[in-house]
């Protein structure tokens, strides 16, 4: 069987308190940037590869660093073949999580020496190997990972999909193959990943790999308040399999110390209207989740039933392929989504679902786009390439709607540029 590395994309977070974000005013708004992006190359060697950004919001260099797993392409049911360019059908298949990246001052009143609690870690899935890797980030050089113990063993198969609790210390891992399910396990910045706990198992009846991109699980992600995890799962239209939305409790452990349980047991409902629940972003100030749905667009669901999950609003793309990928913009108060089969941007609400606007970028060549994620000012979105077209990131700013830069990537994982 022929393998197809895909990158998929993550991105770390800010050096800026939340709050300090720019906001769309008649005043000339402030670059915010992140600090650096990151994408797995999902190949063989299975690798993370960090990139910096400038503080104009651009992409620099990009580096790589071993995961210690391998990468594996799904199946493409539709052709019976490893599944390019979307080789997991899924979203978050790396994530970061930690307290803000700050610099190391130890003689400054304002930055005291950073501890264990202030750094930021980044968890990457294998998909071939079955494990989870972990690396600490340099708090003065995010592109610079160390990676922490070793990748730890899943209890499933097939893992595409990570979520990471700072709060509580916990990792949480969403696999699809043959044992398809949910499962978690502690971690520590001196001792890495504790082993995992038992599998929360999705009865699908796939196989390993999956054959999808239907009835396969999507994201596994924390709420905002990181009471609750939440899985999206994909259905199968054509076979009348619905999809569904999971979620488990988070319980703090009783004696108060960090970490805490996730409920081995949830509960799983399927929204009115939906089919091909995919991706997700979490609603700052709010239970709401803003989630897409493959086959028309994207739905915000009230979850604050622990046994519902009614749609509140629902938006339908135009034109759209399979709108598969969120994120929520903290500058704009909007939704981004992405289409792997449509190389624009879908602005939508966070209230209705509705579009409020799309940015069109077919003219820098690209075929689609898959993960992306926002970063202050900007979208970052993942073009994973199709054979010929090699894989980049564009960058938007938000919240002058326009493309600021592509990078490409090329097979030695150096950057060049293509200005507008």
């Not at 990158?7 to 800026?16: D, Q």
């Not at 703090?252 to 009115?272: E, F």
């Not at 979850?303 to 793309?317: C, E, T």
């Amino acid at each position: 069987m022929k393998f197809t590395p895909t990158p998929l994309l993550a991105l770390a977070a800010l050096t800026t308190a939340p709050g300090a974000l720019a906001r769309p005013s008649s005043c000339t708004a402030k670059i915010v940037a992140p600090k650096a992006i990151y994408t797995i190359s999902n190949d063989h060697q299975n690798a993370v590869v960090a990139m910096p950004v400038q503080a104009n919001g651009m992409v620099g260099k990009a580096t790589s660093i071993a995961t210690g797993g391998t990468g594996a392409n799904a199946i493409d049911g539709s052709k019976n073949r490893p599944a390019a360019p979307d080789a997991l059908f899924s979203q978050s298949a790396l994530t970061v999580a930690g307290k803000f990246l700050l610099p190391t001052l130890p003689d400054h009143p304002l930055f005291p020496r950073l501890t264990p609690d202030r750094l930021q870690m980044l968890f990457a899935v294998n998909a071939g190997s079955n494990t989870v890797s972990m690396f600490a980030i340099d708090a003065a050089d995010p592109t610079k990972l160390a990676m922490v113990g070793k990748p730890a063993a899943v209890p499933g198969e097939f893992p595409t999909t990570v979520a990471a609790s700072d709060k509580h210390k916990t990792v949480c891992v969403g696999t699809t193959g043959a044992k398809a399910g949910v499962a978690c396990a502690r971690f520590s910045a001196a001792g890495g990943l504790g082993p995992m706990d038992a599998l929360r198992p999705f009865a699908l009846g796939q196989s390993t790999p999956p054959v999808g991109p239907t009835n396969t699980v999507s994201q596994v992600f924390f709420s905002r308040d990181q009471r609750t995890l939440f899985a999206t799962v994909k259905g199968d239209p054509a076979k009348n399999n619905t999809g569904f939305l999971a979620r488990y409790a988070v319980a703090q452990d009783a004696a108060g110390c960090d970490g805490a349980t996730v409920a081995q047991k949830g509960a799983m409902a399927s929204p009115a209207g939906t089919a091909v629940l995919f991706g997700t972003a979490t609603i700052p100030g709010s239970q709401d989740l803003f989630v897409t749905d493959a086959s028309f667009g994207a739905v915000v669901l009230s979850v604050q039933d622990a046994n519902i999950a009614a749609v509140k609003g629902k938006g339908v793309v135009d034109g759209q392929k399979a709108t598969c990928w969120a994120t929520f913009s903290t500058a704009t108060k909007s939704a981004f989504v992405t289409d792997v089969s449509n190389n624009r941007l879908v602005e939508m609400s966070v209230t209705n679902a509705k579009v409020i606007g799309q940015l069109d970028l077919s003219a820098n060549g690209d075929p689609g786009l898959i993960d992306l994620m926002a970063g202050g000012n900007f979208i970052y979105a993942l073009s994973p390439g199709n054979g010929s077209t090699p894989t980049a990131i564009t960058v938007v700013d938000a919240i002058k709607r326009h493309k600021s830069s592509i990078s490409r990537l090329a097979p030695q994982e150096r950057i060049a540029w293509d200005w507008p």
